[in-house]
């Protein structure tokens, strides 16, 4: 069975500072591994996905999420927090059956 | 394209009443899913469809029924509203389940059961 870990529930940082979010995941296969973003009262919006074509993945707002097979983890970062970043960030994972498995979520607080 | 839309915003039920949350794509998507979010438990997932006439159950279906008669539209009806039912659902859908698909979520129906 699929399984998310997002560690942390709530992380602040101040702005200008790194973000870093952690997502572990269990599959017995590669999974397809994604980020999304949900500001207040909206739906979820893609931040990146994970495709096997490279172990770094870029999305959208300068975040950027690295695959390590041997960690089973696809921890989110972003160089330089910013105030319009603070939001709940949700890691999904999916692998080769119908459904999408999420994580409980980590609401992330910037601090001026 | 609107994307998804989901119908209505905020809705308010007294324990025992029925209810459809109306949800529809204009993508073309043939996989859609109904999620339901609460305090501390992220998304979880109701029921899913590969496509029309085709639906399944996922984590917690229970007091949830759906169908799916176009690619368009994937209803969930409660068919006898309880308090444990109060929460945000969110309807999803996906070009398919080939490759690293991502799934577009609508905005969100915020549901409370008195």
């Known amino acids: 069975a699929q399984s998310v870990t997002q560690l942390g529930s709530h992380v602040s940082v101040s702005e200008g500072a790194l973000v870093l979010l952690r997502c572990n995941y269990s599959?017995?296969?590669?999974?397809?591994l994604f980020w999304y973003v949900q500001y207040p009262n909206q739906g979820l919006q893609l931040l990146l996905k994970?495709?096997?074509?490279?172990?770094l993945v870029k999305g959208i707002n300068d975040f950027e999420a690295e695959f390590k097979k041997s960690e089973t983890s696809f921890h989110l970062t972003k160089p330089s927090a910013h105030m319009s970043d603070a939001a709940e960030y949700f890691c999904?994972?999916?692998?080769?059956?119908?459904?999408?498995?999420f994580g409980t979520g980590t609401s992330l607080t910037v601090i001026p | 394209n609107a994307g998804v839309t989901q119908t209505p915003k905020f809705q308010v039920l007294k324990t025992g009443q029925s209810m459809t949350l109306q949800c529809a794509q204009d993508?073309?998507?043939?996989?859609m899913s109904w999620y339901r979010q609460d305090p501390g438990m992220g998304l979880r997932l109701i029921h899913y469809?590969?496509?029309?006439?085709?639906?399944d159950q996922g984590e917690v279906p229970n007091g949830y029924n759906v169908s799916r008669s176009t690619t368009e539209d994937f209803p969930l009806r409660l068919l006898s509203a309880a308090p444990s039912q109060t929460s945000v659902y969110f309807c999803?859908?996906?070009?398919?389940?080939?490759?690293?698909?991502?799934?577009?979520f609508g905005p969100g129906t915020r549901l409370t059961v008195l």
């Open positions: 999803a859908s996906s070009p398919g389940l080939a490759g690293a698909a991502e799934q577009f």
């Open positions: 599959s017995s296969v590669p999974p397809y």
């Open positions: 994970y495709t096997s074509a490279a172990t």
């Open positions: 999904a994972v999916r692998n080769t059956g119908n459904q999408f498995y």
């Open positions: 993508m073309n998507h043939e996989y």
């Open positions: 469809s590969v496509g029309a006439g085709i639906t």
